[in-house]
Each structure stands twice: as C-alpha cells, then as structure tokens.
C-alpha cells in the first residue's frame, strides 16, 4: 500500500532562514507526490506535485521540493521563510491501488517561522 | 469561480441528531471527495465519487452515506451522530488530467457532537 510519513510534527525555523520540511514515501511503482499547505480556518491548497522528471520541483509562494529516488524522500524547502508561511503542511502521495483516484496523505508537520 | 464550496461552516449536533453536509463544486470536475480531519491523524478518506452516479468507500466510511446527486454536488450525511464524528470535514474535487491532476479543497466544516 502507498504510504508517505512527515516525521516531524512541528518546524520551528527563524524569518529569512531556510526551512525543509521533510516526507518519505513508500509506494510500488512510480511515485506521484504531492505537497499541500493549509492556513488556520482554511481548507488543503495545492503547493506543487512531483509527476516526473527534473527532481527539483518548483511550487508556489516560492516553495520547492527535492525528490530523491534513493532515499525515498520527497522534502519540502524554501531558501528564505516568511513568517506567513507559517502553517500546515501536508505530503500527499496518489494511490495507485485504487486507479490514481485517492490521494493518501501524511499527518501535517507544522512550520512555525518566528520573526 | 467559487470553486468548492460547503455548507455549513460550523455545526453543533447531540448525540443520535442527523444532518447533511453540502458539497458543491463549479469547475465541471468528475471526481469528488469527503475527508475529516482530526489532530495527528491528517486526513483520511471518508468517501469518493469517481463519476457521478457512482460512489466508493474510502479509509474511514462507518457511520456515514453520500449521494452524488449530480456532478456538482456531493453530500455527506451523518444518520445517526456520535462523538467520536467531531471533526473538521473537508469536501475537495480533482481535475481529471491524470497525471496532471490535482484536488481543490473547500473551506471545510466544523462539526461538533456532544
């Protein structure tokens, strides 16, 4: 079964500091990997998603995410975080039991930037 | 383009009350998803509808029945509430260019059993 862990549950990180949140992935075949952010009171957005490719995928809000075959991992970076990134977020990796149809997601790290 | 929309926002129900979650969606997606979300656990899958006119279980679906009622709307009601249904519930729809595709979320709603 596709599977992905955030192994962190929090990310503390200073303004204008690179930030990493991390995701490791368990999937047979290729992986199809998503990354999603949510603000408090509000629902799951789309960030940027690894299909194929580049291994270096660029998102949105200025996020980008490395995937590494060897390592199974799939982690989230910014060179320089804002404090409204603070948030949730969320790795996603589709289901390939299922058609692609589900997505099955990690249980949130949360990025709190400090000024 | 509102894109997903849900109503209500925010729901108090007491333990046996029933009630129905909105769905609704403008962007003419096929598929359609209901998860809850609890602390520590992420999301889980509660429902999908592929089409409308079909509908699957998802991770978590005791306690719980959807309709698809056209390719817009997609319900999901609680017959009977029970605590352990306090979540925050999230309707999202995806776009069908596999592998393209992506799922929009709703704001979601905040439900509360006592």
């Known amino acids: 079964a596709q599977s992905v862990a955030q192994p962190e549950d929090q990310v503390n990180v200073a303004e204008g500091n690179p930030l990493t949140v991390k995701c490791t992935y368990s999937v047979s075949g290729n992986p199809y990997l998503f990354w999603y952010v949510q603000y408090p009171n509000r629902g799951l957005q789309f960030l940027l998603k690894y299909i194929t490719g580049d291994n270096l995928v660029k998102g949105s809000y200025g996020f980008e995410a490395e995937f590494n075959k060897s390592q199974t991992s799939f982690h989230l970076k910014k060179p320089s975080a804002l404090v409204s990134d603070s948030a949730l977020y969320f790795c996603a990796v589709r289901d390939q039991s299922t058609g692609f149809q589900k997505l099955v997601f990690g249980t949130g790290t949360r990025l709190l930037v400090s000024p | 383009n509102a894109g997903v929309t849900q109503t209500p926002k925010f729901q108090v129900l007491k333990t046996g009350q029933s009630m129905t979650l909105q769905c609704a969606q403008d962007?003419?997606?096929?598929?359609m998803y209901w998860y809850r979300q609890d602390p520590g656990m992420g999301l889980r899958l509660i429902y999908y509808s592929a089409s409308e006119g079909t509908t699957d279980k998802g991770e978590v679906p005791n306690g719980y029945n959807v309709s698809r009622l056209n390719k817009r709307e997609f319900s999901l009601r609680l017959e009977s509430a029970a605590p352990s249904q306090t979540s925050v519930y999230f309707c999202?729809?995806?776009?069908?260019?596999?592998?393209?595709?992506?799922?929009?979320f709703g704001p979601g709603t905040r439900l509360t059993v006592l």
């Open positions: 999202a729809s995806r776009t069908d260019s596999f592998p393209s595709d992506t799922q929009y």
């Open positions: 962007m003419n997606h096929n598929s």
